[in-house]
């Protein structure tokens, strides 16, 4: 579709960026705190880019104030946070953690104050180790209820002020690392395990929406999903079946469950015939039929492109670029459905992620057809080098550049027919990369910190600031 002319993004557009609670807080033991799983697991050498953890982060926690300013300096309309499950239950279960809960009251009241809305994320990642010890965490339905209990403390607590809230985060990115690909915790490599830890993570996101509707029935909620849309590498049949393969199996088996309350049936046949597919016990199916989504949280990085995958001899998990060393990727794939294969129509980064803002547009496109929901970009961003300069600058043009072609792209969608409610861009100040270290960059607000530690942690606007300002204050006229 071309369209003659683009409409404006809609007003009350909740112009955004967002961060993770384990990327940026530290604090990791104070007042009261448990220890998550990447609290642990970080410390054993080698699983993170030269040894980083969440220890210091960027020390949000002490600066909160200070950045919320800054926040309100660019004029944001929304922020996203999550809430670290292991700060309000340093056990997992049992007693609440009221130093925990003040943090994040503090927080929530300083945003509102500079009218800027709260977009709370339940879940980003850092289970508490207390409940990986006691029953394996994601691989017991003992969690269903622990979520649960966690999640209504939430609402009960900041329900008041919170209308926006996302259910789990990156649900499909985080069990693939942590079960398939043995690079988050608990670092396994199991295909079994991966499909029945996802299938208790889709009745604990149920079940919590069920009671969001009771305590928080004026609110919004929804996952946000690691979307990756999926290219054929070519026109021939095989790789346009290895595309199909990828979409249903990377894609829909998430979105599907989340939105419709089921699995894909070619999918779910596949992995039955294998033994690989869930157990289901009573009563899964209605409980999953009641976690229907009020929006879904989009967290859109790249497109990739797939091709034929032979069953004997094909390829499966290849190196993963986490260095910045441009070109060190390798294919990955699950031999007999699909393999990556590069694209050579896309641009990418020094991480050898796709830049592919049409991307975008088309993701968003296949949700609203397949599942006609409200869509909210609760991530997207450029991950960078970023150069301090001696005059304390930082000229980002490829951040701008990246992060304007994708807006573009989502004026485009709106113009489709795409309900788009609002954009978070990934990060609002630099933060720590769950593996990647500091080098790796996001933020509007560069931190002074680094892999090795002991700076200032200062914070600086990068140019990108400045242009989101505007961007933010013309509601994206000029995009
Ligand atoms: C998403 C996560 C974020 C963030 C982002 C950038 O998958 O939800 O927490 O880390 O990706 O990823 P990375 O830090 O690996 O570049």
């Known amino acids: 579709m071309i369209h003659e002319k683009l409409p404006p993004f809609p007003a009350g557009f909740l112009w955004g960026s967002a961060s993770a609670a384990y990327q940026i807080e530290g604090a990791w033991n104070e007042d009261g705190k448990g220890p998550s799983v990447w609290d642990l697991y970080t410390k054993v050498p080698g699983t993170t880019y030269k040894d980083t953890n969440g220890d210091i982060a960027v020390d949000h926690y002490h600066r909160y104030k200070e950045d919320v300013q800054l926040m309100a300096e ?29 943090f994040y009251d503090n927080l929530i009241n300083e945003l509102v104050a500079h ?49 926006y809230w996302v259910s789990l985060n990156e649900q499909n990115h985080n069990t693939n690392h942590a079960y398939m690909l043995g690079m988050h915790p608990p670092g396994v490599k199991n295909r079994k395990r991966f499909y029945e830890a996802n299938h208790i993570m889709f009745l604990a996101n149920a ?59 070619i999918p779910y046949r596949h992995l039955k015939q294998q033994g690989l597919a869930p157990v289901f016990e009573e009563g899964d199916q209605e409980l999953l039929k009641q976690g229907m989504p009020d929006f879904v949280g989009v967290n859109y990085y790249q497109t990739i492109t797939y091709e034929h995958n032979p069953l004997q001899g094909g390829v ?37 992620w796709n830049i592919d803002p049409i991307g975008l547009r088309i993701g968003m496109r296949r949700i609203t057809s397949r599942y006609d929901l409200p869509i909210f970009i609760t991530e997207n961003g450029l991950g960078e080098f970023d150069k301090l300069e001696s005059d304390d600058r930082i000229h980002d043009e490829y951040r701008i550049a990246y992060l304007k072609s994708h807006l573009h792209q989502c004026k485009q969608a709106i113009a489709d027919g795409v309900e788009l409610i609002g954009y978070c861009s990934w990060s609002f100040t630099d933060l720590l990369s769950w593996l990647n270290g500091y080098q790796k960059r996001y933020g509007f607000v560069y931190v002074n910190q ?11 606007k990068k140019d990108s600031f400045f242009w989101y300002q505007d961007v933010i204050q013309t509601n994206g006229e000029n995009i």
């Open 74 to 102: 660019m004029g944001l309309k929304s922020y996203r946070f999550s809430v670290s499950w292991p700060r309000i239950y340093p056990h997992g279960s049992g007693e609440v953690n009221e130093e925990g809960l003040t």
């Open 115 to 163: 009218n800027i809305e709260p977009v709370l994320t339940l879940y980003h990642w850092d289970v508490p180790q207390a409940l990986q010890e006691r029953y394996g965490a994601w691989e017991s339905r003992e969690i269903i209820e622990d979520f649960n209990q966690y999640c209504i403390t939430l609402y009960k607590r900041f329900g008041d002020r919170v209308k």
């Open 207 to 265: 079940q919590a929406i069920a009671s969001f509707r009771k305590y928080v029935p004026d609110g919004k909620i929804g996952p946000s999903f690691a979307y990756t849309p999926s290219y054929p590498a070519s026109s021939s049949p095989q790789d346009m079946l290895a595309y199909e393969n990828a979409e249903e199996f990377t894609s829909y088996w998430w979105l599907d469950v989340y939105c419709r309350g089921e699995y894909p049936s």
């Open 316 to 352: 499966s998990s290849g190196k993963m670029n986490n260095t910045g060393k441009k070109g060190s990727n390798e294919s990955t794939g699950v031999p007999g459905l699909y393999k990556t294969a590069n694209n050579p129509h896309i641009e990418k980064s020094n991480w050898d």
């Open 450 to 460: 680094d892999e090795e530690g002991g700076k200032d942690l200062r914070r600086i």
